[in-house]
């Protein structure tokens, strides 16, 4: 489920109400791919011929959030992230000294997603997640720091 289309034909089954507006944003974020902040997605509805205010495209955005269609990631210093769920399944490892952001393989959680099915019975929806925590390079240099006298 990747494609405008696709994502299109899934709303109008499920009977929701398709705004111009839906429409629109579903499209910038299949065409434009991962990780559009409010504001990106903002800028391309405006090449487009469709100005939104922030608030609108906000609301529109956590919307499509609620149908399970689009992401909605917090990356730290990047700010928060929307994306089209499923179009490239992947998460992140956010760096709180550096700031450095590295992609995480989807397989990864597999096995957190089969103990959270078995142990809690809970069906995660783990899409696009970012996990904090100190980088290899930033921990090689604090031991470096603390090595010398
Ligand atoms: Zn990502
Ligand atoms: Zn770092």
């Given at each position: 489920?990747?494609?405008?289309?696709?994502?299109?034909?899934r709303?109008?089954?499920?009977?929701?109400?398709?705004?111009?507006?839906?429409?629109?944003?579903?499209?910038?974020?299949?065409?434009?791919g991962?990780h559009?902040?409010v504001?990106?997605?903002?800028?391309?509805?405006h090449?487009?011929?469709?100005?939104?205010?922030?608030?609108?495209?906000?609301?529109?955005?956590?919307?499509?959030?609620?149908?399970?269609?689009?992401?909605?990631?917090?990356?730290?210093?990047?700010g928060i992230?929307?994306?089209?769920?499923?179009?490239?399944?992947?998460?992140?490892?956010?760096?709180?000294?550096?700031?450095?952001?590295?992609?995480?393989?989807?397989?990864?959680?597999?096995?957190?997603?089969?103990?959270?099915?078995?142990?809690?019975?809970?069906?995660?929806?783990?899409d696009?997640?970012?996990?904090?925590?100190?980088?290899?390079?930033?921990?090689?240099?604090?031991?470096?720091?603390?090595g010398?006298?």
């Amino acid at each position: 489920m990747s494609s405008t289309d696709a994502i299109l034909d899934r709303l109008r089954h499920d009977r929701q109400r398709l705004t111009l507006q839906r429409r629109l944003i579903i499209e910038v974020l299949c065409e434009r791919g991962d990780h559009l902040t409010v504001n990106d997605v903002q800028q391309h509805l405006h090449s487009k011929g469709c100005d939104l205010n922030e608030p609108t495209v906000y609301r529109n955005l956590q919307w499509l959030k609620d149908q399970g269609i689009v992401s909605q990631t917090d990356l730290g210093g990047s700010g928060i992230v929307y994306q089209i769920v499923g179009a490239r399944p992947h998460h992140h490892l956010v760096c709180l000294h550096c700031g450095g952001v590295v992609d995480l393989e989807d397989q990864l959680l597999d096995d957190l997603r089969e103990q959270l099915r078995r142990r809690y019975g809970f069906e995660p929806r783990i899409d696009h997640m970012a996990i904090f925590g100190i980088c290899q390079t930033c921990q090689d240099q604090e031991t470096a720091r603390a090595g010398q006298p």
